[in-house]
C-alpha cells in the first residue's frame, strides 16, 4: 500500500489524466443501470431531439435516449474489448512463450501458422469469418481474438526468447523441470513488464476493431447500445450541424488516449528511463 | 618510464564531487578527489567496481553519465574549466584535444563503417585534417601500433578483425587528432591475456612517442604497474593512496593497498591423486560442435577422480566452455562418451535421469544472469531441494538456512531478490544452489572472472572449504592462470579444441612446458613495473 501511493505521487500528469478517464468509464459502465435516466433500448421520444430538458443529450434515430445509450455503450464496448483482449493474451502468450521455450519446429510450425494470419487484412478477414460464422457476441470475441492474438503471439515469443537462452533458464532445464514450470516460473514472471503494456495498447486497437466493425454493422447488433454502431446510426445529423454523433466517437478517443498515457508512463517506468533521456 | 620527463600541468581536479541519482535521490559516487596530470605523464586510477574510477575518468572531459551530475570542484583542462562550460567548448576538445578509449572496442565501432573511415571520421570534424592526410596518418599510426598489415587494415570492417586489433584500431582512433590527453577505460579488461599483452605495449609505445598524457582505468595493479608512472588507489569514491608506480608497489602504505597486491598469491598444495577406479568423470574421446561444419572440440579426453579440482585453462574460443555444455548434456557429441563413475550418461540432458542431473552440477560466470530476478534467495535454493530430494516446506527452510550458513551468508538473506545482493552475494547463491542438489560434481565456468579481485578471491577460498567439507569434486574452467595455480590439482591446456598438455598442477606448472602452456604462463602480468619490457625484450631476442 505505502508503495502504491508513492508510485502514484511520483507519476505524471499525463499517466494521472489517463487513470482518472480509465477509472471514470469503469465506475460509468459498472454503475450503468444506476447512472441513465432510461432503459437502454426504450424509446422515450420521439426521433432526433435536441438536447435539454428530459433528453440530456438529446434522442437517436428511434428517439431512445442519448445519454443513456452513450452510458450503456461504455459497458457494452469496453467489456467486450477487455474479454477479447483478455482471450487474445491468454492465446497468443501462450503459444507465444511456448514456442520460444520448445525452439525448434514448434516454433516454425506455430510461427508460420501466425505469418500467414498475419498476411491476411485483419478486417476483411474478420467481416469473413464473422459473416460465415454469425454476429454473436461470443462468436464476435473469438474472431477478434484469435486475430490479435497474432500480435500478441510476436511479441511474447520475442521478449521470451531473450529471456530463455539466460543462464537461469538454462539451469532449470538442466536441473530437469518440465516444460510448464519454466514457463511459469523462470520465463513469464520476467516478460511481463512488456505484456502488460501491450495489453493496454491492444485494449485500444481491440476496441477501435470492434467500434469500426459494428460501424460495418456486422459487430455488436442493435438493439445493444455500442459507441460504434450509435455513430452510424446518428451520422445524418452531422449535415445539419449538430455534434451529437461525435459523442460516442469522443468517448472512444477519449479512452483510448488515457490508456495510452498509463502505458507509456509504465514503459517508461519498467524500461527504467530516467525523464532526461 | 620515469616521472622525469614530465611537462606542464595538463589537467588539474580540485575537490571534485560527483551525484549519481538512484531511486529519485542523489547520491555521492565521487567524494571529493583532487588530481594533477602533467603533460607526458601516465597516471593509473586502480580499484574495484563502484570505486568511482570510470566516472573520474570520463570527468577528466568534462562530462558525466547520464543520471549523473557535477555537485562541486572543478575539473581544469589546459587552463580551461570544464564543469561550468557550455557544451560547445567541451564537444571542441573531445576527439581533438581529449580522447577516450573504452573497455569493450566491439561495441564502441560501428560495424556498417571500415576502420578507416571510422578514424578519419573525428580529424576531419575538427577540422584537423582532410580524409587524404587522415588516410595516410591512419596508416602511420596503424604500423607504430604494430598491427598486421597496416597499409590494408583499415580497409577491412570491425568484424573482420582479431579483438586485440580491434581494440588497437581503438587506440589508433583515439590518437587520430594527436590528442594532449588519452583517458583509456579498463582497454584490456575483456582481452586474453596473451592479446592483453600486444594491446598494451603498443598502448605503451604509442603513449610514449608522441609523449601524450593518459589516464589508464583498470581494476588489475599488475597492468597499471607497467604502464604508469603514478598510481591511485580509490575505493567507494575516495582516494586511498596515492604515489609513484614503484615506490608504491614496494611499500604500500595503506592496508587495502597491499590487499589488491597480495591478490593472487592464494596457494594450495596439489593434492595427492586419488587411485580410485573408475574416477568420478571421465571424458573419452569427445568431439563436437554447432552444426555440420563447426568443429569446436576434436578428441578432447579429460578425467576427474573423486574430490579433486581439474582446471581446464585456455583462450576465448579454445572450446572449454563447450566442454562444460557436453558433459551437462546441453551439447551432444559427435563422438565419444562420458562416463560418470563408469556408467555412461546419455549424451543428451533430456535423456538423463533425475539423479544423473543431480549429480552434476554448474555455476556460472555471470552472477546476474544465473539468478532468476523475481525469484527470492529462498526459492531459488529451495527448489533443487525440493525437485530433487522431495523436502517438505519446513524441512526446506532449515536446509536453506544451513546452506546460507556453508557459503556464510546470514539467513536472512532468504527474504531477498537478487537485485538486493551484490556481485560476489548472487555468485554464492549460485553455489548455495548449485550444493543443494548434493552433487559429486560441480562445473565452475569462469565463476570468478566477472567479479572484483579480491571477491573473487574469497569465492575461491569458499569453494575450496566447500570441497574440504564436502568431499565435491570441481571442473574448474577459466582463463586466469592465478586462479588455476590457487585451486587445482590437475591441469589441461586447451588451444583450439584439443588438449595440448595435461597433468598434475606442479608437473604443468614447473618447465619445461609446452610451448603453449609457456606463453599463456609468461603472459600473466606481475606486479613488477619491469615485466612487460622485460618479456618483450625477451620475446623479441
Known amino acids: 500500500m505505502e508503495d502504491f501511493v508513492k508510485l502514484m505521487r511520483s507519476s505524471p500528469w499525463s499517466a494521472r489524466f489517463g487513470m482518472a478517464v480509465i477509472l471514470f468509464y469503469v465506475v460509468v459502465a459498472v454503475f450503468a443501470p444506476l447512472i441513465s435516466p432510461y432503459g437502454e433500448t426504450e424509446i422515450v421520444g420521439s426521433e432526433f431531439e435536441v438536447w435539454g430538458g428530459a433528453f440530456l443529450l438529446g434522442t437517436d434515430n428511434l428517439g431512445r435516449d442519448m445519454f443513456t445509450r452513450m452510458v450503456y455503450g461504455a459497458r457494452n464496448t469496453i467489456g467486450i474489448a477487455f474479454a477479447t483482449t483478455c482471450l487474445a493474451f491468454l492465446i497468443g502468450g501462450f503459444f507465444g512463450l511456448m514456442a520460444a521455450a520448445l525452439g525448434g519446429w514448434v516454433d516454425q510450425v506455430l510461427s508460420r501458422l501466425v505469418d500467414i494470419l498475419m498476411a491476411l487484412p485483419p478486417l476483411i478477414f474478420a467481416l469473413l469469418l464473422l459473416a460465415i460464422l454469425g454476429t454473436s457476441i461470443p462468436v464476435l470475441i473469438g474472431v477478434i481474438a484469435v486475430l490479435d492474438s497474432t500480435r500478441v503471439y510476436r511479441l511474447a515469443r520475442a521478449v521470451a526468447m531473450n529471456i530463455a537462452v539466460l543462464d537461469y533458464v538454462e539451469v532449470a532445464r538442466l536441473r530437469g523441470e518440465g516444460l510448464l514450470w519454466i514457463i511459469r516460473r523462470e520465463i513469464l514472471p520476467n516478460s511481463l513488464p512488456p505484456l502488460v503494456a501491450e495489453f493496454g495498447l491492444r485494449f485500444c486497437f481491440v476496441f477501435l476493431f470492434i467500434a469500426a466493425l459494428s460501424f460495418l454493422g456486422l459487430g455488436i447488433q442493435p438493439p445493444t447500445a455500442d459507441w460504434g454502431s450509435m455513430v452510424r446510426d446518428n451520422a445524418t445529423l452531422i449535415t445539419y450541424g449538430d455534434i451529437t454523433p461525435l459523442l460516442p466517437a469522443g468517448a472512444i478517443a477519449l479512452l483510448t488516449v488515457g490508456v495510452n498515457f498509463v502505458v507509456d508512463w509504465f514503459l517508461h517506468k519498467t524500461a527504467g528511463l530516467r525523464d532526461d533521456q | ?289 554447432y552444426g555440420p561444419l563447426i568443429k569446436v572440440l576434436d578428441d578432447v579426453s579429460v578425467k576427474i577422480g573423486h574430490k579433486r579440482t581439474v582446471a581446464v585453462v585456455g583462450e576465448s574460443g579454445s572450446g572449454k566452455s563447450t566442454l562444460a555444455r557436453v558433459i551437462t548434456g546441453l551439447l551432444p557429441p559427435y563422438q565419444g562418451e562420458i562416463l560418470f563413475k563408469g556408467q555412461a550418461l546419455p549424451p543428451s540432458y533430456k535423456n538423463r535421469t533425475k539423479d544423473q542431473l543431480r549429480q552434476v552440477q554448474m555455476i556460472y560466470q555471470m552472477p546476474d544472469v544465473a539468478l532468476n530476478p523475481k525469484q527470492r534467495v529462498r526459492d531459488e535454493i529451495g527448489r533443487p531441494l525440493e525437485f530433487y530430494l522431495g523436502m517438505d516446506a519446513a524441512a526446506r527452510e532449515r536446509r ?59 569465492i575461491l577460498k569458499l569453494l575450496q572449504r566447500l570441497q574440504d567439507d564436502l568431499k565435491v569434486s570441481y571442473l574448474f574452467i577459466t582463463h586466469d592462470l592465478a586462479t588455476v595455480k590457487a585451486i587445482s590439482d590437475e591441469i589441461v591446456v586447451m588451444l583450439q579444441g584439443r588438449v595440448v598438455q595435461q597433468g598434475g598442477k606442479n608437473a604443468v606448472l614447473t618447465p619445461p612446458h609446452h610451448e603453449y602452456t609457456e606463453l599463456l604462463l609468461s603472459s600473466v602480468p606481475e606486479m613488477d613495473p619491469d615485466w612487460l619490457d622485460d618479456l618483450l625484450a625477451k620475446r623479441a631476442s
Open chain 2, 400 to 458: 536453506v538456512k544451513e546452506l546460507l550458513e556453508m557459503i556464510e551468508l546470514p539467513a536472512e538473506f532468504a527474504e531477498r531478490l537478487p537485485g538486493e545482493l551484490s556481485g560476489g552475494q548472487k555468485q554464492r547463491i549460485c553455489i548455495a544452489r548449485a550444493l543443494a542438489a548434493e552433487p559429486e560434481l560441480i562445473i565452475c565456468d569462469e565463476v570468478t572472472s566477472a567479479l572484483d579481485q579480491l571477491v573473487a578471491e574469497e
Open chain 2, 1 to 289: 618510464m620515469t616521472s622525469s620527463k614530465k611537462g606542464d600541468v595538463l589537467l588539474v581536479m580540485r575537490d571534485l564531487r560527483i551525484e549519481g541519482q538512484a531511486d529519485e535521490k542523489w547520491h555521492e559516487i565521487v567524494r571529493g578527489i583532487d588530481l594533477t596530470l602533467r603533460r607526458g605523464e601516465v597516471l593509473g586510477l586502480i580499484g574495484e567496481s563502484g570505486a568511482g574510477k570510470s566516472t573520474i575518468g570520463i570527468a577528466g572531459m568534462g562530462f558525466t553519465r547520464p543520471g549523473c551530475r557535477f555537485s562541486s570542484g572543478t575539473v581544469t583542462f589546459d587552463g580551461i574549466e570544464l564543469t561550468g562550460a557550455p557544451e560547445e567548448t567541451k564537444r571542441r576538445l573531445r576527439g581533438s584535444r581529449i580522447a577516450y578509449v573504452a573497455q569493450s572496442a566491439a561495441a564502441s565501432f560501428n560495424p556498417a563503417h571500415k576502420l578507416i573511415k571510422q578514424f578519419a571520421e573525428a580529424p576531419v570534424q575538427h577540422g584537423v585534417l582532410n580524409a587524404g592526410q587522415a588516410a595516410k596518418d591512419a596508416v602511420d599510426i596503424y604500423r607504430r601500433l604494430q598491427m598486421p598489415e597496416p597499409d590494408t587494415i583499415g580497409f577491412r570492417y570491425p568484424h573482420q578483425v582479431s579483438g586485440g586489433q580491434l581494440q588497437r584500431a581503438m587506440v589508433a582512433m583515439a590518437m587520430a587528432c594527436k590528442p594532449d590527453l588519452i583517458v583509456f577505460d579498463e582497454p584490456t579488461t575483456a582481452l586474453d591475456v596473451t592479446t592483453q599483452i600486444e594491446v598494451l605495449a603498443a598502448i605503451k609505445d604509442i603513449v610514449h612517442q608522441f609523449n601524450t598524457a593518459a589516464i589508464y582505468i583498470t581494476h588489475d595493479l599488475a597492468v597499471v604497474a607497467q604502464l604508469a608512472d603514478r598510481i591511485m588507489v580509490l575505493r567507494h569514491g575516495k582516494l586511498i593512496e596515492e604515489g609513484e608506480t614503484r615506490a608504491m608497489l614496494a611499500h604500500p602504505k595503506e592496508a587495502y593497498t597491499g590487499q589488491l597486491l597480495a591478490v593472487r598469491s592464494y596457494r594450495r598444495d596439489e593434492f595427492p591423486p586419488s587411485q580410485d577406479d573408475p574416477p568420478l568423470l571421465e571424458v573419452r574421446g569427445i568431439s563436437a560442435g
